[in-house]
């Protein structure tokens, strides 16, 4: 299926984060008036220094934890956890040990009690073809690589059919090589699915070399300081991409940015 094209996308925001503030119980603010908006099929990286609020903004916008100002919808309507249209993928695959590649995928299907098993072993089977495992389907993860099982969880998720996928630095625990081929497999499948992505990552290039839009995060709570729109072609792929003049022109522009961040972040904590 190709890519959804952006004028063909209905009009309504996939996510919308409105004017949200937080704080923990014991800290200072990690949000003030945060506002932060993704289109349908739009695939957003947020960067931003560690500690700027990356993970506690996932939280917030899947629902887990809950602003003391301001608003987080999901297609129009507020935001809850167990909200079908949300999926996850996490930094670790987060695997259980015991089962199948074939029946950890089911596991989702199973607790949203879709359809009769055999269906949901027909499901499960079709999401591991997609992530190129379907021959692993009956090894256990310890039977896995790294990268193999980081797929068998994109499967788990993939399988619920979410329409708004939110990645925590889902590939950070990879080497440089599976790294990069799990970024060529997320945008090959996200031009078949076309769901709406937010992919937190530290990695200024996979950043570049995957979304539409780029979001720089100041250091807490200064929100976003700035965005940059990624207009290189699709497909993407890592041999030509990561070479192209305009790939290394976005790359030197967050890297200036992410340096202006943390300049700012030292002069902060400056006595
Ligand atoms: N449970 C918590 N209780 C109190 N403060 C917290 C809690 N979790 C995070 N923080 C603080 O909130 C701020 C944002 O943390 P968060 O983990 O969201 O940042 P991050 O950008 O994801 O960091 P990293 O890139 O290092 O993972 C930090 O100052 C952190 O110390």
Redesign the pocket.
């Known amino acids: 299926m190709p890519q959804i094209p952006p004028e063909s996308r209905p009009s309504v925001d996939a996510l919308r984060a409105d004017a949200v503030s937080f704080s ?5 603010p ?1 949000f003030d008036r945060f506002s932060l908006r993704a289109k349908p099929g739009e695939f957003v990286a947020i960067l ?12 917030l916008l899947s629902g887990f934890q809950q602003p003391q100002a301001g608003h987080i919808h999901i297609n129009n309507a507020p935001v809850r956890p167990e909200r079908a249209e949300l999926g996850y993928v996490f930094q670790g695959p987060q695997l259980f040990p015991w089962l199948s590649a074939l029946e950890n995928v089911r596991f989702g299907l199973r607790m949203a009690r879709q359809g009769s098993v055999a269906e949901q072993r027909e499901k499960a089977r079709s999401y591991l073809r997609l992530v190129g495992l379907e021959h692993a389907a009956l090894r256990l993860p310890r039977e896995l690589s790294g990268g193999m099982q980081q797929r068998v969880s994109l499967a788990r998720t993939l399988a619920l059919e979410p329409g708004v996928l939110l990645m ?2 889902p590939f950070a625990a990879l080497d440089a090589i599976s790294r990069a081929a799990m970024n060529e497999e997320i945008l090959r499948i996200w031009a078949q699915l076309g769901q709406t992505v937010l992919f ?1 990552t ?1 990695d200024i290039d996979e950043a570049v070399f995957l979304a539409d839009r780029v979001v720089m ?1 100041n250091i ?1 709570p200064g929100g976003i300081h700035s965005e940059l729109q990624i207009d290189l072609p699709r497909p993407r792929n890592n041999l030509q991409t990561r070479r192209l003049s305009a790939f290394l022109d976005y790359r030197n522009t967050l890297m200036e940015r992410i340096a202006s961040v943390m300049a700012q972040s030292e002069n902060a904590i400056q006595p």
Do not use: M, Q
């Not at 931003?48 to 939280?59: A, D, I, Q, Y």
């Open positions: 923990y119980a014991n800290g200072r990690v931003g220094p560690s500690g700027c609020g990356k993970t506690t903004l996932l939280n925590d630095e937190i530290h995060l807490a």
